[in-house]
């Protein structure tokens, strides 16, 4: 793909459902003994490998009309199954806390990038829970799941994981017991607000800055859900009307929910003009929002901050090459176990570009202001990585052509087409 420097973006736009949160209400649907609506589930590539192992677990999926709907198998089939996973982590891991307690072998499969990911960590505590878990060399997929009877652990997460954090709790659905989770830094919380409104017992609580979520057996309920949309591919948006002057783009209908909208807090700290319109909705409050250029300062993101900004970092990173100051990002080691290590990817495409960009082992530091120059990069498989070295393109003085733009459908398919609209 071959993007080139644009003049201001203006417009309103929408964007497909939130990717994180169709994940979880379809793999949770599929669960349920009655049947669930779901409007506006995300159109990414990666959400259809949840809904094929929806599929796999027994429920019957049908589109009519815009919705989804789905009639669950809350009796998980035993004897083998076998599930390929796509290229997505998330259906990998949430799944894997779903066979844990079905009796029988399972196997999760997936394509050669997802099978390069670490699974360990969401092995360790399935297993400290009584499922039989292996995994290939170095940890990671295929897994390979021989569930059955489980019992309630209190786990605490190591390293700061929704997706691990959902696996546990999806397991504990079935164990006897309680099962707590405890995470010393905040995730995304899609998974508790679902499964409350589908009526499992979650308590939540704060001890000496930590928080514990715990969850007893349940059988869940219907679900009706609006999806709002997707956050991460609104903040794509929000960072290229932040980026060039004269720009302001109006993302509709976007999730606010708390624990995504640090890209936005961040945003406004650098020095953007950040309005949220007034929300609307159930488990999932969506609201407009709206993101006018301004002259941007650096700013630095230390670990605690990074769990909740962890897709939008490498946006960061090129919003920093237009802030004046230099911009410092630490404790974000975890973007290295992405579907690349994105750390890498992005510091070598941003210098290809003319960035003044400095690597370290957990992060990056970027200076500017500066004015890129065209040129070739590689998005090295990564849809994140695609989007951003895309938008460099908008800035550059000259092509910026960038390899590997069709992975950008495993997130935000619609990204090509929203972008032309705002010029």
């Not at 210098?351 to 500066?370: H, I, K, N, Y």
């Not at 997130?411 to 032309?420: A, D, L, N």
């Amino acid at each position: 793909m071959r993007s080139t420097g644009a003049r201001a973006l203006q417009g309103v736009v929408g964007v497909s459902g939130d990717k994180s949160i169709s994940h979880r209400a379809v793999l949770l649907a599929a669960l349920s003994r009655e049947p669930s609506k779901i409007r506006g589930l995300a159109t990414a590539r990666d959400c259809r490998a949840s809904l094929r192992a929806a599929e796999r677990l027994g429920a019957v999926v049908l589109q009519r009309d815009g919705e989804l709907q789905i009639r669950g198998a809350p009796e998980l089939p035993g004897g083998e199954l076998s599930v390929d996973c796509g290229r997505s982590g998330t259906t990998m891991r949430l799944l894997a806390g779903i066979l844990a307690a079905r009796k029988g072998d399972s196997v999760l499969l997936g394509d050669p990038q997802l099978l390069a990911r670490p699974m360990e960590r969401v092995a360790l505590p399935l297993r400290e829970m009584g499922a039989v878990v292996g995994t290939a060399p170095g940890g990671r997929a295929p897994l390979r799941i021989r569930g059955g009877r489980l019992a309630g652990v209190r786990y605490r997460l190591p390293v700061a994981s929704a997706q691990v954090k959902s696996a546990v709790l999806l397991a504990g659905l079935w164990a006897e017991g309680r099962t707590v989770v405890e995470e010393p830094v905040p995730t995304r919380d899609h998974t508790e607000r679902l499964l409350a409104a589908m009526g499992a017992s979650i308590e939540e609580r704060w001890e000496e800055g930590v928080r514990s979520i715990g969850i007893g057996p349940a059988q869940l309920q219907g679900l009706e859900l609006e999806v709002p949309g997707d956050a991460s591919s609104a903040a794509v948006l929000a960072a290229a009307a932040a980026l060039i002057p004269g720009s302001w783009v109006t993302v509709r209908s976007v999730s606010i929910n708390p624990t995504r909208t640090a890209f936005l807090r961040v945003l406004a700290e650098m020095g953007a003009a950040v309005e949220v319109g007034d929300s609307a909705g159930g488990a999932e409050a969506a609201a407009d929002v709206t993101v006018r250029h301004r002259p941007l300062r650096a700013v630095e993101v230390g670990a605690d901050r990074v769990p909740l900004l962890v897709d939008e970092l490498p946006l960061l990173a090129l919003l920093a090459t237009q802030a004046e100051g230099t911009t410092v990002v630490r404790g974000a080691g975890e973007l290295r176990f992405k579907e690349v290590d994105r750390i890498s990817g992005l510091v070598e495409g941003l210098r290809r570009l003319g960035a003044l960009v400095e690597e370290s082992p957990d992060g990056f530091a970027v200076s500017g202001p500066v004015r890129l120059r065209g040129g070739a990069v590689d998005s090295m498989g990564d849809h994140r990585l695609a989007m951003v070295f895309s938008l460099a393109g908008l800035l550059a003085e000259g092509d910026v052509r960038v390899a590997g733009t069709e992975f950008i459908g495993d997130s935000f398919p619609e990204f090509s087409s929203v972008m032309r609209s705002l010029r």
